[in-house]
Nanobody
Framework: QLRLEESGGGLAQPGGSLRLACAASGFTLDYYAIGWFRQALGKEREGLSCISANGGSRKYAESVKGRFSTDKDTAKKTVYLQMNNLKFEDTALYYC??????????WGQGTQVTVSS
């Protein structure tokens, strides 16, 4: 059974950092692009980043470019989202998803990130 599980969310202060992890089970990451998304209360889901299957390509949304970075540890079957210089508006439920082709087909349950002073 293919499964993704996010972890690492929590409470952070403005300007602080958090590192989210997306652990895969039931499949390897070698053939899947992994994306990070978030959804704040009352807002639509927003795509944040994508790392290609071979890890050679990364893309970021303008809202997080320069603050967030994503990386993949294929041996650990885990993809990370490093979030620096957090802002109040980064508060949201964060998800990871796996895309075997051009469509994200597998989703995790999400981890909550709250930025508050």
């Amino acid at each position: 059974q293919l499964r993704l599980e996010e972890s690492g969310g929590g409470l952070a202060q403005p300007g602080g950092s958090l590192r989210l992890a997306c652990a895969a089970s039931g499949f390897t990451l070698d053939y899947y692009a992994i994306g990070w998304f978030r959804q704040a209360l009352g807002k639509e889901r927003e795509g944040l980043s994508c790392i290609s299957a071979n890890g050679g390509s990364r893309k970021y949304a303008e809202s997080v470019k320069g603050r967030f970075s994503t990386d993949k540890d294929t041996a650990k079957k885990t993809v990370y989202l490093q979030m620096n210089n957090l802002k109040f508006e980064d508060t949201a439920l964060y998800y990871c998803a796996a895309a075997p082709t051009n469509t994200y087909e597998y989703w995790g349950q999400g981890t909550q990130v709250t930025v508050s002073s």
